[in-house]
């Protein structure tokens, strides 16, 4: 099993930065991708950014909507998994999670707060 932990998040103005963490309980992100999600209210889950393995490359993908604003980091030393998001505009105001797929079963992170308000 894994157990995928988050961090950060909160209140931030637009045009603000925040940093979101994801931090796993074993090591698993050089065989697994990690994929980020998000959600506001009414709304479908949207799928935000992968971080493919190291195996794969560690190649990193983005949605349109955050493409060039979003970046993903790691520190493997630490099993964590970073979103760095920049220029945050009110639209990216929703709960944040991150999602991996290992030995067949999902697993998520339980999800954490960003709202862009001035």
């Known amino acids: 099993q894994v157990q995928l932990v988050q961090s950060g998040g909160g209140l931030v103005r637009p045009g603000g930065s925040l940093t979101l963490s994801c931090a796993a309980s074993?090591?698993?992100?050089?065989?697994?991708?990690v994929l980020w999600y998000r959600q506001s209210p009414g709304r479908v889950r949207e799928w935000v950014a992968t971080?493919?393995?190291?195996?794969?490359?560690?190649?990193?993908y983005y949605g349109d909507s955050v493409k060039g604003r979003f970046t993903i980091s790691r520190d493997n030393a630490k099993n964590t998994m970073y979103l760095q998001m920049n220029n945050l505009k009110p639209e990216d105001t929703a709960v944040y999670y991150c999602k991996t797929m290992f030995e067949r079963r999902d697993y998520w992170g339980q999800g954490t707060q960003v709202t862009v308000s001035s």
């Open positions: 971080a493919s393995s190291v195996l794969a490359g560690g190649v990193s």
């Open positions: 074993r090591t698993i992100f050089d065989f697994v991708d």
